[in-house]
């Protein structure tokens, strides 16, 4: 069983960076693949970026490729998400969530995960 909990998110202008934070107990972190998701109003949720610990890969959307960064600290259990040059349409509610060790295949998908934090809400303002 994992328990997750995201934090960093904000109010921020455009051009601006954030890095979120979701940190996990129970279970062990690295035997997860973890993946963030964002969710706008009225919008469908979806992926953001994912890593899988077993080979360290990193995978994100396109809409955001090369302004964000997934990483994570084994130690801490935390994984972070680093957004950069954040326009409004990055406002969303961000959620992490942790799933089984699967393959590049099934990390997109938010019904590979089993475990889901609150979220935290980015806000980007113009």
């Known amino acids: 069983q994992v328990q997750l909990v995201e934090s960093g998110g904000g109010l921020v202008q455009a051009g601006g960076s954030l890095r979120l934070s979701c940190a996990a107990s129970?279970?062990?972190?690295?035997?997860?693949?973890m993946g963030w998701f964002r969710q706008a109003p009225g919008k469908e949720r979806e992926f953001v970026a994912a890593?899988?610990?077993?080979?360290?890969?990193?995978y994100y959307a396109d809409s955001i490729k090369g302004r964000c960064t997934i990483s994570g600290d084994n130690a801490k259990k935390t994984m972070y998400l680093k957004l950069d040059t954040l326009k409004p349409e990055d406002t969303a509610i961000y959620y992490c969530a942790a799933g089984p060790p699967r393959g590049w295949n099934w990390v997109r998908p938010s019904s590979q995960y089993n475990y889901w934090g609150q979220g935290t809400q980015v806000t980007v303002s113009s």
């Open positions: 129970g279970g062990t972190f690295s035997s997860y693949n």
């Open positions: 890593i899988t610990w077993s080979d360290g890969r990193t």
